[in-house]
């Protein structure tokens, strides 16, 4: 349920009426400062709740039910984009554009620093690498796991480039209390527990869309962290399956403005991920960014064909370097008034 409030509203009928919402409902209220608005959002079991004495009361503009189950994450609760700032220098959603770019796998330290170098060089702002890998065969490379979450602190304290690395299970989480970002790849999109959990932790989360997730259970995904306390989620399209066999996966690009006029949080795009081949990551990366993404975050490698995990989708660091700059170009040029 959503009470919009009169903008004269003084602090202290706030107060009274908020607390009278708690103590007579039993309903958590999320309050959202708008310059001409203050938002309440009701949350929990609003049935009892009498929307006509609401309505009735003298500093509310106006109230309504919310049909979708996801309220944290609905832009009703929350009007403006929500901005995830992830370090001093980078904050995620509001009209930036930021693009995190890396081996899908950290192999070695050499390999990871010399692509966290070349991509900052391009205009990359964060360093993506997988150190736990989920591969479909157990007997693919799984990744370099805690000696990985090292290698990409070493390439962070080279380059100064944030790192944004996929989690798998709850108990991992202590480990990855120094990444910057942590990701929640798609295999994992509906792991309640791990949500659950995630939600508990005061850190940016980039929670992929599961392969054949639909955009409300997506959104139900980020209401499970948000409803443990934790704001800080960024959702990533990477593609879902379809009959199509051609790519690896079909990018739903309807879904960035979908999200956008469903919820407030960032959305960012994995070309790399839907395309499953190079060649196809620059016009899906040009598409994401025409449709309004946050971001992109892109799997960059120093040698492709030698790559332990997804060479066939990575770009060269040369390859990356002019999908960035035409990216960025269509960026600046999408952000200039007509
Ligand atoms: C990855 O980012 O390397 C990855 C495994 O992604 P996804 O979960 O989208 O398949
Ligand atoms: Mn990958």
């Given at each position: 349920?959503i009470?919009?409030?009169?903008?004269?509203?003084?602090?202290?009928?706030?107060?009274?009426?908020?607390?009278?919402?708690?103590d007579?409902?039993?309903?958590?209220v999320?309050?959202?400062?708008?310059?001409?608005?203050?938002?309440?959002?009701?949350?929990?079991?609003?049935?009892?709740?009498?929307?006509?004495?609401?309505?009735?009361?003298?500093?509310?503009?106006?109230v309504?039910?919310?049909?979708?189950?996801?309220?944290k994450a609905?832009r009703?609760?929350?009007?403006d984009?929500?901005?995830?700032?992830?370090?001093?220098?980078?904050?995620?959603?509001?009209g930036s554009?930021?693009?995190?770019?890396?081996?899908?796998?950290?192999?070695?330290?050499?390999q990871?620093?010399?692509i966290?170098?070349?991509?900052?060089?391009?205009?990359?702002?964060l360093?993506?690498g997988?150190?736990?890998?989920?591969?479909?065969?157990?007997?693919?490379?799984?990744?370099?796991?805690?000696?990985?979450l090292?290698?990409?602190?070493?390439?962070?304290?080279?380059?100064?480039?944030p790192?944004?690395?996929?989690?798998?299970r709850?108990s991992?989480?202590?480990?990855?209390?120094?990444?910057?970002?942590?990701?929640?790849?798609?295999?994992?999109?509906?792991?309640?527990?791990?949500?659950?959990?995630l939600?508990?932790?005061?850190?940016?989360?980039?929670?992929?869309?599961?392969?054949?997730a639909?955009?409300?259970?997506?959104?139900?995904?980020?209401?499970?962290?948000?409803?443990?306390?934790?704001?800080?989620?960024?959702?990533?399209?990477?593609?879902?399956?379809t009959?199509?066999t051609?790519?690896?996966?079909?990018?739903?690009v309807?879904?960035?403005?979908?999200?956008?006029?469903?919820?407030?949080?960032?959305?960012?795009?994995?070309?790399?991920?839907?395309?499953?081949?190079?060649?196809?990551?620059?016009?899906?990366a040009?598409?994401?960014?025409?449709?309004?993404?946050?971001?992109?975050?892109?799997?960059?490698?120093?040698?492709?064909?030698?790559?332990?995990?997804?060479?066939a989708?990575?770009?060269?660091p040369?390859q990356?370097?002019?999908?960035?700059?035409?990216?960025?170009?269509?960026?600046?040029?999408?952000?200039?008034?007509?």
């Amino acid at each position: 349920m959503i009470i919009v409030l009169k903008p004269a509203t003084t602090e202290e009928q706030l107060n009274k009426f908020t607390n009278m919402l708690k103590d007579s409902y039993g309903v958590k209220v999320n309050k959202w400062d708008g310059v001409q608005s203050t938002v309440l959002g009701l949350i929990g079991d609003t049935t009892r709740v009498d929307i006509e004495y609401i309505d009735a009361q003298s500093i509310v503009e106006s109230v309504k039910r919310v049909q979708e189950p996801y309220k944290k994450a609905n832009r009703k609760f929350h009007p403006d984009d929500s901005k995830i700032k992830v370090t001093d220098s980078v904050t995620i959603g509001g009209g930036s554009l930021h693009i995190m770019a890396g081996p899908c796998s950290v192999e070695s330290e050499q390999q990871i620093v010399q692509i966290a170098k070349d991509v900052k060089q391009s205009g990359a702002t964060l360093l993506r690498g997988g150190a736990f890998k989920p591969r479909t065969s157990p007997y693919a490379f799984q990744g370099l796991k805690a000696e990985g979450l090292d290698l990409l602190k070493t390439a962070r304290k080279e380059t100064g480039l944030p790192i944004v690395t996929e989690i798998m299970r709850a108990s991992h989480i202590d480990m990855f209390e120094n990444v910057d970002i942590i990701q929640v790849g798609a295999r994992n999109m509906q792991n309640f527990e791990l949500l659950k959990e995630l939600g508990k932790i005061d850190k940016p989360i980039l929670l992929k869309r599961g392969l054949s997730a639909t955009i409300e259970e997506w959104l139900m995904s980020a209401e499970y962290i948000m409803a443990g306390g934790n704001d800080k989620v960024i959702l990533c399209e990477r593609g879902i399956r379809t009959y199509e066999t051609f790519t690896r996966n079909t990018l739903d690009v309807s879904a960035i403005p979908i999200i956008k006029k469903l919820s407030h949080l960032p959305v960012v795009v994995d070309p790399s991920h839907a395309a499953g081949k190079s060649w196809l990551v620059e016009p899906l990366a040009m598409a994401a960014v025409a449709a309004g993404a946050d971001g992109l975050i892109i799997e960059v490698h120093n040698d492709p064909p030698h790559a332990l995990s997804d060479g066939a989708q990575s770009l060269t660091p040369k390859q990356f370097d002019a999908v960035a700059k035409k990216v960025f170009a269509l960026k600046s040029a999408l952000d200039t008034e007509v």
